[in-house]
């Protein structure tokens, strides 16, 4: 019973990492009408060319979370840890929401491709905080779909990776159910307010999660998100997945 306990404990944390935010959102199917066609076609056209440009490595992949308007801070990156990723063959891409962007936003997005062959574009997902959770799923879905590295790390557009260090740790020789990265078990259910969580009955807080700035999954994991996400919703899936988890104080 102790060891299913912990086995239920792990599970939960994973899950947390990936769904904490204040409103849990699932991934429902948004195709059909006309409109949204035209922009599948529109990002398919930007995304000619994308997986060229990714390694053929079946090391790391780094998966960065960005906004439209986060040009200054792609490029910071580009200019500074991104060029250590490169010359340690790790690939990275910015993963950003493309749903209802203006026209000009669009056409400055793909400019922005075509200098730099390193954007997502998820078509499903529009740009907010609150759908944050939908668009990590929907990011591990592309990569389900479109990459075959062993590892995933997933940050934000304000993380600074130090590849150097990184490329150091055995822990990128792990397998399977890798769950790397910086737990923290100490955040409280807010029941008023803009967090608002009514939903999360389980205790008073959240159960230990990797912090969102970055963390490390296994393809497997990346694999098994994609193939669920559309039952992601306010209550978590519970299964007895025996999960890898290792806490790292430098994430």
């Not at 591990?140 to 304000?158: E, Q």
């Not at 990265?181 to 608002?196: I, L, S």
Request: proline letters at 3%; one cysteine or more.
């Amino acid at each position: 019973m102790r060891s299913f306990s912990v086995i239920l404990l792990c599970f939960l944390s994973f899950f947390v990492g990936c769904l904490f935010t204040s409103s849990f959102m699932s991934i429902d199917n948004q195709g059909g009408n006309a409109g949204e066609s035209v922009l599948n076609n529109k990002v398919m056209k930007v995304h000619a060319g994308l997986r060229k440009s990714i390694s053929p490595s079946n090391d790391l992949i780094i998966v960065i979370i960005s906004a439209p308007a986060h040009y200054d801070r792609r490029q910071l990156i580009r200019e500074t840890w991104a060029k250590d990723a490169k010359d340690s063959n790790f690939s990275y891409l910015f993963c950003i929401g493309a749903a209802s962007l203006r026209d000009e936003v669009f056409s400055a997005l793909k400019h922005e491709q075509l200098s730099h062959n390193d954007l997502i574009l998820l078509p499903q997902v529009h740009e907010s905080y609150n759908l944050l959770t939908k668009k990590v799923l929907r990011t591990f879905v592309w990569l389900s779909k479109n990459t075959d590295h062993r590892l995933v790390l997933k940050c934000d557009d304000d993380s600074f990776i130090n590849v150097k260090e990184l490329v150091k740790s055995p822990m990128l020789k792990s397998k399977d159910l890798l769950y790397w990265g910086y737990f923290t078990g100490r955040a409280p259910v807010h029941r008023r307010g803009k967090w608002k969580e009514s939903e999360w009955n389980i205790c008073d807080h959240y159960v230990p999660y990797a912090r969102g700035g970055g963390y490390v999954l296994s393809r497997f994991l990346i694999k098994y998100l994609a193939d669920h996400a559309h039952m992601f919703r306010l209550a978590i899936l519970v299964l007895p997945l025996n999960l890898q988890s290792h806490i790292n104080l430098a994430f």
